[in-house]
Each structure stands twice: as structure tokens, then as C-alpha cells.
């Protein structure tokens, strides 16, 4: 069990600074987030985009930006769970949060800051019929093991650097490996992309270009997928396994089942403290909504340092705060 | 002002007052409507959850690279798919019908 003041949900710029203005307090903090780095949206979906509204940097790319959050939290040695998603919320006898991922990771802490963004980014499905019913029965959105695809037939979808790298290894793993794309180029690396096309010339995968996997079917486990063509309609491939990789989008998740106030896809929050519904959780930065919310890094700051000062003395009823500078104290740490 | 219509989901057609003046793109539109158009990027052709297609013939620039990038993570992409972040509002699109496309 890891135990800490504050369990922060969401490593983005917000859910790090929260660990900054807790460390001017002394209140030590963890970090949860599904994506396997820091950085939120800013190292997933851009991270070389210049962001330009960030106080006293006329522009910062966002990848810069979270390696620059992560060098000012250092001397507060926050914790990091990253690569699962916080599922699970409950309170035990001693007032204390315990919350556990979808791994069985457990933390426990006084308070919770929600920090999520938009949610935690999950797989892109694919709006194809009937989909959810082979889940985990021929149809899978990661490659946890390359191993499992030993000897099987694979369709893997997708036109970035994931379906071209996974394409590449299951060749010579797989029995079968087919890359279904819907236009003749690829996105992904140009190295990538080389080897799929001698991969293909050789004979040893088959390409599928300006197709689309529509359908699938089989009986209980995945057994064929129907592939549209753009020139000369449809097909079917005998498969065990389709692996469509189309990326990761941002859902709510499982912060929508822990009875938070939600109102479209936000958390509601009290603009005092940026408190929530349930005593000891907060919500700040973009998963948040009130009266005048703006969906800024700057604004989830702000929201962040007001946060904390609310959880301290939620921790310590009865021990009084003084602001102090940090041109007074100087340099942070614990 | 151009008037824009947007076909949601579930075949509604939505018609909707556009300004020109305020450098907005399709997807903000449809945001500004409270339209199920998601934008998570926020309009940096980086993600796809803007996806639709155009059905009316007017002229809008070819996709750009990126665009068409990103398109790769869309699904049931077509010949008049856009992202709406893409698509500038101007006056030469007044009376142009939309469809937001499928989501996964």
C-alpha cells in the first residue's frame, strides 16, 4: 500500500504542479495516470507544439514544458504509478482514501486531487459492429506479448508508427500477418514503412492498402474479418487475432462510476477550494467545470494552488497557514 | 454570418448561424452549439475526433499532411472526410451541409 497526503489522479502539467504547491506546504504527493509518461495531453498529443499563454514564457513546447514541471517537482520526490488507471474509490475506518488501479495498485491518502484532463486515454475502437462482443477473444487494441501471436493468423489495422513497428516483429512470429490501410502511404517512421513494403514484396505479410476492416464475425472466438475495398468492394480473411491500432483518445472512464457530480463530462467543483461533491476530493485543471471555467494550463495553476491550501487544513484542522514566498524560503524541498 | 448545416448523428439536421469574422473552424462551431463534436486536441489537426464528411460541392482547400495523417487514427474515412478543426469559416461556405461522422 502506498501511503501519501495527497493521491493525485493525472500526471499532466496541472496534476504536476499540484505537486509543487502541495511541496511549499510539506504535504507529499503520488501520482496516478494511465499513460505510461508524465506530461498528460502535452507529451501524448503534442509534445512538440509551442504553447505560448504560460506566464513569463513568451512560447514552450509541451514536451519542454513537462520535462520543465518535472525538474521544478524534483525536490519533492513526488511518487509515480504510471501505465494504470485509477479504478477503484474507497474510504476506510480511519477517514482515508484508498484508491486502486485497474493493476491492484493500492494508495491511500487523506485527500484525492483529481487532475484528469479529459480522462484517461484509452484505445481508439473502431465503430464496427458486433466489436465488443470478441473483445479478448480474437480482438485486441495492445500488444502486451508478441509471444501470444506465435503460429496465428493476425490483421493488424492502423497506418501509424504502432501498426507499422508490430506489423515488422509479427512477420516472423505470426503465421499469417496481413496491415489493413486506408490510403497507399503511411504516417509512421519512413524506415517503418520501408521494411513494411519489403515485408510485402518479399511475400512474407500481405499489404492491404486503401481498405478498412468493416466487419467481423465467428462463433464465440474471432474467426474472419470483412475488409471493404475502396476500388472493388468486399473480403473476408480467415483470422484468429485483429489488432486495430488507431491511437488513443481521452475517456472520463471509471471517474464517472465514483459518485462526483458530473455535468457534461466534468467534474463540478466548488470555486472556493475547487472541492467536489465528496469531502477530501478536489478536481482541478481541465476535468473540472464552474460558472466562468476557461479549459487553460494557466487556469489549472491557479486551480491547483488554491486546492492545496483547502487540503492542508483539511489535514491539519487546527494548525494555521501563513503564506510565505519563495523569495523568502528559498529553494524547495521537504 | 453564413448559415451552415450540420447532420448529427442520428440523421437531425441542424442549421446554424456561423460568424466569419472570429477566425473559427467547423469543429468550434459544432462545440459552440454543444454539437457532439469532441476536439480534443483543441484544433491542431493532432487528433481525430473531429471527423465528417461534406456533402454539399463546395470548394474547401485539399487536406493537408497532417491532415491526412491524422485521418489514419479515424474510422470509416471517405472521399469527403475533413477534420473540422480544418475547415476555416468563410464566406464562401455559406449554405455548406455537413455530417459528423461515426465515433469509435
Known sequence: MIQTDIIIIGAGPVGLFTVFEAGLLKLRCHLIDSLPQPGGQC?????????YDIPAQPFILAGDLTEQLMEQIKPFSPGFTLGERAEFIEKDDEDQFIVTTNRGTKHRAPIIAIAA???????RKPPVEGLLDFEDKGVEYIIKDPEFYRGKKVVISGGGDSALDWTVFLADVASEVTLVHRRSSFRGHPDSVQKVMDLAEAGKITLLTNAEVVGVSGDNLLCSVEVKHKSDGLSHIEVDHWVPL?????????LGEWNLKISKNAIEVDTFDYS??????YAVGDINTYPGKLKLILCGFHEATLMVQSAY?????????????TTVTGPPGM | MIKVVVIDRYDKRHELDAPTDMNMNMMELCRSYELPVEGTCGGMAMCASCHMYVLSSHEIGERSEDEEDMLDEAFFVED??????????EDSLDGIEIKLAPVG
Not at chain 1, 246 to 254: D, E, I, M, N, Y
Not at chain 2, 80 to 88: D, E, H, M, P, Y
Request: hydrophobic residues 30%.
Open chain 2, 80 to 89: 469527403n472526410s475533413r477534420l473540422g478543426c480544418q475547415i476555416k469559416l
Open chain 1, 117 to 123: 484532463g479529459l480522462g484517461c486515454f484509452e484505445p
Open chain 1, 276 to 281: 467536489t461533491n465528496i469531502p477530501g476530493v
Open chain 1, 43 to 51: 507529451s501524448e498529443i503534442y509534445p512538440k507544439k509551442p504553447i
Open chain 1, 313 to 325: 487544513k483539511r489535514i491539519y484542522p487546527n494548525k494555521n497557514l501563513v503564506l510565505k514566498y
Open chain 1, 246 to 254: 488507431f491511437g488513443l483518445s481521452p475517456k472520463l472512464g471509471p
